[in-house]
């Protein structure tokens, strides 16, 4: 569709910007077409504010049966390309139909836009959030503008954050007891643990603490399931004896992380874990897995 | 096989080095262009390399020294960049966020030096964080190094007392702490080594351990060099925490290392005042562990400072340092049953000289040792460890060294019952060495009892020990080895005769038993030694209260008697005989006419029984002769006979100038001028007539045989016979007499049938020329040679 709007050149211009755009916080986005472009960082319950200005090319005149500005909050199945589900859709009316002849600045404003979800790029999935402006017209197809903003909502530190502690182990082989300070972690969180060999019969060559990613998406049996390593660390190089005790500190900061999503619209979700990683001389993997809870954290970020 | 393993390896370095350097070279540029985040990533793939299991720590060294220059630069770029403004709390975070543990800990360790010099930080907790964080190297060799690192960019920056980084958090126990811990972290590496890989290569693995030993033993340093750590401190909790991580590692080689190292790196003052936790710790060792070497190396320690300064000989007391170390190693010895019996001795040795040097005064201390050493030795044959018995030497030389005097140790009872134990070869060493020290310091042994106790010291050179043939000692050394007791025998005196006498009584009991290749050497000097106290007694009056016990000539006579005939039965005639006439002068001295008759007959008989040489006859008929003529004890009849059998004997002699000339020397026996009972002359002429009618014979013969004349000397010499007696006024001695002997001679001389002999003829001439200067002189002998002409 933008092809063609392209191959007959639209007879007008249409720029949306935000009152306090210049203000606002920018953050990256990843395009469709792979390019980053800075766009808007809102919170869910604010107010978005700003104007449309449509331009039309030198005198040209546009006819039109009204233009409207929605706020659209999709997600957008990659399996199920070309369906977006909109859980949020707000409209508002910028003119009555009539014809341009020259630049026309439109405001608008969504007020305590309610906005539970954030943002998110995934692998089989995306949550975006969108201001689309509509020039209706007749006989030719209408005339259609994108503005990409990011929504991300912060939440409070758990009042509940115990530690994860575990005791594993492969019978008279190995046996290891480890320690995660938390269970939830904000973005730019630091892992503390350790870990305990309390019997270790196999020769170790190194251990890593994994993060990963699981992104499920779709429902009942059309459920996929895609797992990411995001960050492969080493905790240890050699073989342990028993009784060792192995710190682990992982700062989260490097890494793009984002919150943990439960049942998206029942569309999706995204979830964390920890999985701890055991290599012996033979290349052999022995892993444990932890969920952990990622959350936002205002201060932190 | 091997050698592709070492050429496997130059190629594995020289790929390290190349990865290192090409990374290095990145992260300068990064560094030149201040880039944080391109030096961040070149350092830690840098810092890669160093994770490779393929090197011997040797090579893996070179690859670690190379990383170590370049992280210092790096730290020199983590300083600027905290001055331009960059957190440190920031760096310290952001180098951890790399992804393997061993670049990260590497630039954790470098930042963290850094922070520590910021003082943003207590440096109690940043060291704390990187001795806690450096846990995640669990491979020994790279967790070595990396530890290693730590210990070195730390060093100079622990909260020392009187240190920049001392502060009201930061107290010298934390410096103490961090490096105990790095330290007890480095020995579980180190000890773990040993375990891991094949069993095959046990001896490899060996090798390399001791070569990153210094690595571990580096904090040992590092702790001694802490100003703060007092003695308290370092009793309280350095030492036991020290010892208590080397007696649990349960190894060998660590526990010998380490150990060592304790003793090296500690002041000697710590050792002291601590010895009891120090020893405390030997008995825990593995059995297998050379206890013997690192014991001693303390002993020796203590032993230097205390010869150090006088001052602190009161600690050594104080400590009770003797019967400490004594306990010590006993509990050793009980702990480790295998102990080699060279290491047992080697302790006891260290002992030895340990209490030697700290309490010189306390003898029964090395009786103690010497005593515990016996006891060791006891139930075990004579030792054949060379080693060991060497050690032994050390152990016995040591009291003669420090006291110089064999007295001293004449006095430790236990000192020859070690001696037993050593074969026969390293007793006969210990002895010489004994018998050396005694002539180097002129000790004088006087009494009779300690004379009994060195000649049970050195009887491995008084008899033979065992049965077993010694046919391989050399006969140079055995000479030598004789020589030196003959020197040592010289060395026994006392102004006491009765003393003497005991003396000499000790001496032979000791002595006869040497055999017959001893006696030769030992007896001479035992008689002259005895004769020695004849003189003395001599000189003395007759003891006034006449009482039995007391020591006479004809006491020692009697036994010298006793002695010389030893020698005739080894056989050793010519020796015997002359040690007779020695006596028998000796007697002759102090009047004792049987006595002196007594000797004389011995050799007699031995001059005829046992003396067949030809040669021999004539040097013993010589000296008989010559005794005999300085004889005056005897009476008229006594002196006869023996005089008699002299001239008998001369007469006999196997070659005729033998003769000639024994029997001319007898004409002495009946002339002696302070003698005017023995004045003989006609007796005289006989000889000396008898003595010219065999040279005559003599000569004759020698024509027959040679068909020429012998020379004339035989004649010169009695014609000089003949001047003697004439000077002397025998009146047998006639100028015709002595008229018609020149005129032989000098026909004799001119006989075609002479053979020339110029010195026959020197002879001759300067006899002439003698009477002519007589003449000349004037006055009675002026006179009495007139009517002769020449």
Redesign the interface.
């Known amino acids: 569709m933008n092809y063609l709007v392209g191959a007959f050149k639209p007879p007008c211009n249409i720029f949306i910007s935000f009152t306090d755009g210049r203000s606002r916080k920018q953050v990256p986005l990843k395009k469709e077409n792979g390019k980053t472009v800075m766009v808007a960082l809102f919170q869910s319950q604010e107010n978005i504010v700003g104007e449309v200005v449509i331009e039309p090319i030198h005198g040209k005149k546009v006819e039109h049966n009204g233009v409207k500005i929605e706020l659209l909050g999709q997600i957008e199945l990659y399996f199920d390309r070309g369906n977006f589900y909109d859980f949020t859709s707000l409209v508002r009316e910028l003119d009555v139909p009539g014809e341009l002849y020259e630049r026309k600045t439109y405001p608008f404003e969504f007020s305590t836009v309610e906005m539970p979800y954030e943002s998110y790029n995934g692998v089989n999935v995306r949550l975006r959030y969108i201001l689309k402006v509509t020039i209706s017209r007749n006989y030719v197809s209408n005339i259609v503008e994108y503005q990409d903003f990011v929504v991300r909502n912060y939440t409070p530190p758990p009042s509940i954050n115990n530690s994860i502690k575990m005791e594993v182990g492969i019978e008279d082989c190995l046996h290891i007891e480890f320690e995660y300070s938390k269970s939830k972690y904000h973005l730019k969180d630091v892992v503390i643990g350790k870990i305990y060999f309390l019997l270790v019969r196999i020769k170790l060559k190194?251990m890593e603490l994994e993060i990963r990613r699981q992104e499920s998406t779709g429902s009942g049996p059309n459920t996929y399931v895609e797992t990411e390593t995001l960050?492969?660390?080493?905790?240890?190089?050699?073989?342990?004896?028993r009784g060792?005790?192995?710190?682990i500190?992982l700062?989260l900061?490097?890494y793009e992380l984002t919150p943990t999503y439960r049942n998206i619209n029942n569309k999706f979700s995204v979830k964390y874990y920890l999985n701890l990683v055991l290599v012996d001389e033979e290349d052999r993997r022995y892993f444990k897995q932890q969920e952990i809870t990622m959350y936002r954290n205002l201060e932190a970020s | 096989m091997i050698a592709d393993g070492v050429e496997d390896e130059e190629k594995w370095l020289a790929a390290g080095i190349a990865g290192l350097q090409q990374n290095a070279f990145y992260m300068h540029r990064a560094l030149d262009s201040n880039n944080l985040r391109d030096a961040l990533k070149y350092s830690a793939q840098m810092l890669s390399e160093l994770r490779t299991s393929r090197l011997s720590p040797h090579k893996y060294y070179e690859l670690y020294m190379r990383a170590f220059d370049e992280l210092r630069k790096l730290e020199m770029f983590f300083k600027e960049e905290t001055r331009r403004g960059c957190s440190i709390v920031d760096l310290y975070e952001l180098v951890q966020h790399a992804g393997n543990i061993l670049p990260r800990l590497y630039l954790l360790c470098t930042v963290g030096s850094v922070y520590i010099k910021s003082k943003e930080a207590p440096a109690k907790d940043v060291l704390k964080d990187l001795v806690e964080m450096c846990r995640g190297i669990q491979h020994p060799v790279r967790g070595l190094f990396l530890r290693s690192y730590l210990a070195q960019v730390s060093r100079d920056k622990l909260p020392d007392i009187g240190s920049e980084y001392e502060g009201d958090a930061d107290t010298v126990v934390d410096a103490v702490e961090f490096v105990l811990q790095n330290f007890t972290e480095m020995n579980k590496l180190w000890v773990r080594m040993q375990h891991q890989g094949p069993a095959r290569e046990k001896e490899k693995r060996e090798k390399e351990r001791s070569e990153l030993r210094d690595l571990v033993g580096k904090n040992l340093h590092v702790l001694s060099q802490i100003e703060g750590i007092d003695l308290d401190m370092y009793k309280e909790t350095v030492l036991p925490r020290v010892l208590e991580q080397v007696v649990n590692c349960k190894d060998e080689i660590a526990q010998y290392y380490l150990m060592d190292c304790i003793i090296q790196v500690f002041p000697d003052e710590y050792h002291l005042q601590t010895l009891d936790v120090l020893l405390g710790a030997f008995p825990q060792l593995q059995p297998t562990v050379d206890i013997k070497t690192v014991l001693s190396r303390l002993m020796e320690r203590l032993s230097n400072y205390a010869a150090s300064s006088a001052d602190v000989l009161p600690e050594f007391l104080q400590v009770e340092a003797f019967s400490k170390l004594n306990n010590a190693i006993g509990k050793v010895i009980e702990a480790q049953p295998d102990m080699p019996i060279l290491g047992v001795i080697t302790l006891y040795s260290s002992l030895l000289t340990f209490t030697l040097h700290v309490h010189p005064d306390r003898l029964d201390y090395a009786d103690q040792v010497l005593g515990a050493c016996v006891k060791k030795l006891s139930g075990k044959e004579k030792l054949e460890d060379k080693k060991a018995t060497k050690q032994i030497v050390a152990l016995l030389s040591a009291p003669l060294d420090k006291y110089n005097d064999i007295v001293t140790a004449l006095k430790l009872s236990n000192y020859p019952r070690v001696m037993e134990y050593l074969d026969s070869e390293t007793n006969k060493v210990m002895a010489t060495v004994i018998i050396q020290s005694i002539m180097k310091n002129k000790t004088r042994i006087s009494t009779a009892d300690r004379v009994e106790a060195l000649f049970e010291l050195i009887k491995g050179l008084i008899k033979d020990l065992d049965d077993a043939f010694h046919d391989e000692v050399d006969e140079d050394d055995f000479k030598e080895e004789q020589n030196s007791v003959a020197r040592l025998i010289q060395l026994l005196h006392s102004d006491d005769p009765e003393e003497m006498f005991k003396i000499i009584c000790t001496v032979r009991k000791h002595i006869l038993g040497g055999g017959p290749k001893r006696l030769p050497f030992t007896v001479p000097p035992l008689v002259f030694s005895s004769l020695k106290l004849v003189r003395q007694l001599q000189g003395q009056e007759e003891n006034p209260f006449g009482e039995e016990e007391s020591t006479t000539p004809k006491k020692i006579f009697q036994v010298l008697n006793q002695t010389v005939e030893t020698l005739s039965n080894i056989p050793a005639p010519e020796l015997a005989l002359q040690l007779f006439l020695q006596c028998a002068e000796a007697a002759n001295d102090c009047d004792l006419e049987p006595v002196a008759y007594e000797f004389f007959t011995q050799a007699y008989i031995l001059y005829e029984e046992d003396i067949s040489d030809s040669r021999a006859q004539v040097t013993a008929i010589h000296l008989i002769i010559g005794t005999l003529q300085r004889m005056h004890v005897f009476g008229v009849e006594n002196r006869d006979t023996l005089t008699h059998k002299a001239t008998g004997y001369s007469a006999k002699l196997l070659k005729k100038p033998d003769q000639c000339r024994a029997v001319y020397a007898c004409s002495h026996l009946f002339w002696v001028d302070d003698q005017d009972n023995v004045k003989d002359g006609e007796r005289v002429l006989l000889c000396l007539k008898r003595a010219l009618r065999i040279a005559n014979a003599a000569q004759q013969m020698s024509n027959a045989a040679r068909g020429s004349a012998g020379s004339v000397t035989l004649f010169v010499e009695i014609l000089n016979k003949y001047l003697y007696f004439f000077e002397k006024g025998n009146p047998q001695i006639t100028v015709a007499a002595i008229q018609s002997l020149i005129e032989l001679i000098t026909t004799e001389m001119h006989s075609d049938s002479s053979t020339p002999d110029p010195a026959a003829d020197a002879f001759f001439a300067s006899t002439l020329r003698y009477m002519e200067f007589q003449k000349q002189k004037g006055g009675a002998i002026g006179e009495k040679y007139e009517p002769i002409k020449v």
């Open positions: 190194n960050a492969k660390f080493e905790l240890m190089d050699g073989a342990p004896v060792e005790s192995i710190p500190r700062f900061s490097p």
